[in-house]
């Protein structure tokens, strides 16, 4: 079976027609590609109208609900997911909507889905055995397949050792048993030992567990050949034996020999690793004879991966205790230095002539930094917003936050006016934070509503502008995945 492997952008609008003959499906093929990935929310439908195909972005409202058989002049298909999805020997290698010139981007594809592995580590997600709910869910075979992989490049076969004593070995000395078991020889007030009790390890190169994982470690390789994956995932493929799994025995004799062999086994390591094999021996057979079997690795949000590795290389300061947060002025009186940044912010009172309540929630900022830029204490607001906003003379405006969020962007700095003011805080800053592919920070103006805008506020400024910002991805990636940080500072061009 060829193997059909094609790079395709985030949120670009595909018709039918385009998808078929990309992916070289006849007309059934696509029409059953289009309804297995709408049901597992990596693919939306929105209607085919002209200024459609000039979006770069997915709002809800455009989300049209059809089936897979509409006309191809009707719909047009969009990818809304950053990451590899399988379907049998179809390959889709989803790329972030902002690289723009790079057709077949590998090298900042290896990048970004470092970024997303990064950003799941931390946020404890793991990667799942299967996609999907119990009534429509596929075997996750991608993310197993890696999981050997990169756990053989980390530990190696399975293995099972034993201990062998013996007297005068070449292993290491059992001073215990030796001194307890052996003729010591008293010279000067010290024992010399004629024997000594030595230790060394065997491992069996015929055992049944390190046979069944060198054949699941070929036949995982055997199935990413031709696709590319390995090579995104800076992955070689290893082939170790000629043996089929078939070859250790059936079925439900494998399993059940794994099953013996976690109830002995105590290591971490092992454990896991049995129960993947289980998994996957299980599993195997039941992927190869389906249809439209799915497989992912990636997110469906890769907003959140950006606002994330934004808040991590501009050093956000929101969970952090304000008595640790270096500014020109001590503490003000009436803060409890214990305080965290965030916690600074006022939540919303509901009430009436008989009770008062406070609100759970309240705004919350992306990010907040505080630096020294030229000797002054600077107050930096700034909004991740994974968006690509068409902000041209000739062009209508396009792809830019809405109003909710520039007002959010003002009320930020309004509900630390009173900390900036009572920490004698010389500068405010606000910024929108969008990615570009570009190599260098580059400005996109500003936004502003000029009724906020003109307010003045306790601290006597007039809350600011937001400045727009366009920054460079893989620079930026490159500082969260070494756990660099970026000064702010870098973000006043012109000193504006």
Known sequence: MSIVSKFIREQERYSKNQLRDMLEYDDHGVEKFIKNLKSFGILKT?????????????????IEITDEH??????????????????????????????????????????????????QKHENQTINLFNGSSENRSF???SIILYFLEDYYSYGLYTNSDEVLELNGEGDVLWDRTIDECLAIINEGRPYYVDLVTRYSTEDD?????????????????????TGISELF??????????????LGDKEYILNRISNELNIQYNTRKQILLKTMYAYVSQIKKVSEEDFGISMIGTGAFHVVW???????????????????????????GYNKKTKLIDLIEKPKWENKDVSKEANETLKPDLINISDIDGVDCFIILDAKYYLLQLERELPLRGNPGVGDLVKQYMYQLAYDKFIKDHNIGIVRNFFLMPTDSDEIISKGNARIDMLSNLITQ????????????????KVYRCYLNGLKINPEKLMLNKE
Do not use: W
């Not at 929105?46 to 455009?62: A, C, H, I, R, W």
């Not at 020997?89 to 594809?109: A, C, F, G, Q």
């Not at 015929?206 to 031709?226: P, V, Y």
């Not at 606002?307 to 009186?333: N, P, R, Y």
């Open 46 to 62: 929105v209607k085919n109208k002209p200024e459609q195909k000039e979006m770069s972005e997915l709002l809800d409202d455009d």
């Open 70 to 119: 509409a006309d191809n002049s009707e719909v047009l298909y969009v990818f809304d997911y950053v990451g590899i999805v399988t379907v049998i020997n179809r390959v889709l290698k989803i790329y972030p909507k902002y690289i723009l010139t790079d057709k077949e981007p590998l090298n900042k594809m290896k990048q970004v889905l470092k970024v997303i592995e990064k950003y």
């Open 140 to 142: 996750n075979i991608l």
């Open 206 to 226: 015929m055992d049944f567990f390190k046979r069944l994982h060198a054949c699941i470690l070929t036949d995982c390789s055997e199935q990413l050949n031709g």
């Open 234 to 247: 800076e992955l070689e493929l290893v082939y170790l034996t000629d043996e089929k799994i078939d070859d």
């Open 307 to 333: 606002e994330k590795v934004c808040a991590d290389v501009f050093d956000s300061k929101l969970e952090t205790e304000i008595g640790k947060i270096k500014m020109h002025s001590e503490l003000a009186s």
């Open 459 to 474: 601290s006597e400024r007039k809350l600011e502008n937001i400045k727009i910002r366009l920054l460079p991805a893989e």
